[in-house]
């Protein structure tokens, strides 16, 4: 069947290419991705803005779960890939995409909840204080969404969080119309100019520049069910900012395999709400992984759902170390391991089809797409 086939391609399209390991170090992958392109845009009644925003999601779902689920047909996986686009002024669009591969090289439990989640055992995250770290990368890509999330930078105008801080998957959350993005900055001292004093070794006080978010993107994948089914895969949005923000961003990158991830790590920052004000750091190892979710135990609180999930690793095209997002951290899963529950924190993979539609969305031309 034409369409079964073209999915599996879809699935694994990607070539990883590794270095030898005579001479190894973690260097990224080079992915062909496909092309998804517009087909058709119709227009949209309106959304009421009426759900509440949280801050996290949960799910039973976990890695067995996920691996035993069928899996989508291409028709399916072409409806989850077309996506909604709200508009500062309430319009709202929904678009249907097509899917095309361009070359031959393609590869590619139930648990009872509770209030306090996402902490495991000592608490190891690092509150980064001081502007020297606050304003300076790869820490002044992490800014903070109206909603109470947390985004990252990812190019001149364009903000990646989670869907769930715009969408609960059945209506858009109160304030996602007016969604504005926060920038941490030096609050002014008398006489108006910054702060470049270290007479005191108190942190300086920083406060928020926020601007207006122009449209977001939503993909149909998260708006089909809601945030406890599997539709935690496409837990993911993109915001265009009505003007540019002039900050350093990071690229976007196709996940690599756990396995190939710098002594298995990740890292993200976000603004957790239990240290309110501060921009929270953590890296820690993945445990599992699906095709595409990564399962770890990094310590979070909510508030840093939609933080952008990065690693370092060497770039071999341009003889040099580069950090890029892989996934974006979405919440917190049950999952059933050899018949105990565990918990872990989950962050949705940027697989190469989710890279060929958020590159589409940020640039608006599939040759500048073709290279995760």
Request: net charge positive; charged share 25%.
């Amino acid at each position: 069947m034409a369409g079964l086939s073209t999915l599996i391609l879809l699935l694994c399209a990607a070539k990883d290419v590794m270095p030898s390991s005579s001479h190894w170090k973690p260097t990224w992958p080079s992915y062909r991705v496909p092309v998804i392109l517009p087909q058709s845009t119709l227009n949209l009644d309106k959304p009421q803005f009426d759900a509440e925003a949280r801050l996290e999601v949960v799910s039973p779902c976990g890695p067995a779960c996920h691996k035993s689920s069928p899996l989508p047909t291409y028709e399916e996986v072409k409806h989850y890939l077309s996506y909604e686009t709200l508009y500062a002024n309430g319009s709202l669009t929904e678009t249907e995409v097509g899917i095309y591969i361009l070359s031959n090289s393609a590869d590619g439990s139930q648990g009872k909840s509770r209030t306090k989640r996402q902490i495991y055992g000592y608490d190891s995250r690092f509150s980064i204080f001081g502007k020297d770290f606050l304003l300076n990368y790869p820490f002044s890509t992490s800014v903070k969404l109206s909603t109470g999330c947390t985004g990252t930078l990812v190019a001149e105008k364009h903000v990646l969080t989670a869907a769930h801080c715009i969408h609960d998957g059945k209506s858009y959350v109160k304030g996602a119309q007016k969604l504005r993005v926060g920038f941490l900055k030096p609050k002014m001292k008398d006489g108006g100019k910054g702060a470049n004093s270290t007479k005191s070794a108190m942190p300086e006080k920083m406060k928020f520049q926020w601007i207006r978010v122009k449209r977001t993107h939503v993909p149909k994948g998260w708006i089909k069910g809601n945030a406890n089914d599997i539709g935690m895969d496409y837990d993911y949005a993109l915001l265009e900012l009505k003007k540019p923000h002039k900050r350093k961003f990071m690229k976007i990158g196709v996940s690599p395999p756990a396995r190939h991830l710098p002594g298995g790590r990740i890292h993200f920052s976000g603004y957790d709400n239990d240290r309110p004000g501060n921009l929270v750091y953590r890296f820690c190892d993945v445990k599992d992984e699906t095709y595409d979710l990564l399962y770890q135990q990094c310590d979070a609180q909510p508030g840093a759902s939609g933080s952008g999930v990065y690693v370092r690793m060497w770039k071999r095209q341009n003889h040099k170390w580069e950090r890029k997002i892989i996934g974006i951290f979405s919440g917190h899963q049950w999952v059933d391991m050899n018949g105990t529950p565990q918990d872990f924190n989950v962050a949705v993979r940027i697989t190469p089809l989710k890279y060929a539609q958020i590159c589409y969305w940020i640039k608006g031309n599939y040759l500048d797409c073709r290279e995760g």
